[in-house]
């Protein structure tokens, strides 16, 4: 999917010279948490978000550090943030340096900037403008989507069992030298040892995203490893 199939076409945006209050109420009125911070011609000049009003005087919840730490800061620290508490335009706390996407961007880099940025939303360019921005909730409603969308196949019960074992293969870390699956009527029994809880959930995990399985049945028997032996190689599930 590209950002243009699940990006919000309708973008709330704030001028720059709108006041600190303007854009407490739009976010209320909106039920949003932040938005793009466009000039009069409609070019991104930075972006503003409810973070951006954590630290503010009105509220009390100002910075207050202590002088030595001030002094170890410098001047210029302290000068930034009384700004942002006291400031009372948008274009004095917003950040300026807006991260993008186009509209042809792989919904997976755009999930991988989020992540690597730590930023909850993104602006869409299209020719130096805004067309739509992508955030959190667009992502959930893009999975959603694509769930409903989904033709659910039902495979006959041993070629459920035979891709079960074979994604089961690919991990590192399922004790196959153990391992057994069995599946009837779409329900998949999981049998064998497990040498750690969280081996079973994974299990159970990859037997449930198996078209045609209905259900799953955990068989599987925890056993403490022995301390201080080392591991085997263990030959690939059998799928005969």
């Known amino acids: 999917m590209k950002a243009a199939e699940v990006m919000s076409p309708r973008v709330i945006t704030i001028l720059p010279d709108a006041t600190i209050k303007d854009a407490a109420r739009m976010m209320l009125q909106h039920g949003i948490s932040g938005f ?9 000049v930075g972006i503003v978000t ?3 009003f954590l630290r503010r005087t009105e509220t009390g919840t100002e910075r207050q550090r202590p002088r030595w730490f001030k002094f170890v800061l410098g001047p210029g620290r302290g ?13 004095d706390i917003m950040t300026p340096e807006v991260i993008t996407v186009g509209e042809a961007t792989p919904l997976q880099d755009v999930v991988s900037i989020m992540e690597r940025r730590r930023i909850k939303r993104i602006p869409v360019m299209s020719s130096g403008k805004i067309v739509g921005i992508i955030s959190r909730a667009n992502l959930v409603q893009a999975l959603a989507r694509l769930a409903e969308e989904a033709s659910p196949t039902h495979p006959d019960d041993e070629t459920a069992r035979q891709q079960i074992l074979a994604e089961l293969n690919k991990q590192s870390w399922v004790p196959r030298a153990s391992l057994n699956v069995i599946v009837r009527g779409g329900v998949a029994e999981l049998w064998g040892v497990i040498y750690d809880e969280r081996q079973r959930g994974a299990i159970r995990v990859a037997a449930e995203n198996v078209p045609g399985i209905s259900r799953v049945v955990d068989h599987l028997v925890y056993v403490e490893p022995i301390s201080g032996m080392g591991g085997i190689a263990l030959p690939p599930l059998r799928t005969v």
Do not use: C, F, M, W
């Not at 793009?36 to 991104?44: I, K």
């Not at 930034?80 to 948008?90: G, L, Q």
């Open 50 to 52: 409810e973070g951006d």
């Open 79 to 91: 000068a930034n943030e009384y700004v942002h508490s006291h400031a009372r335009k948008i274009q």
């Open 36 to 44: 793009p911070v466009v000039d009069a011609a409609g070019t991104l």
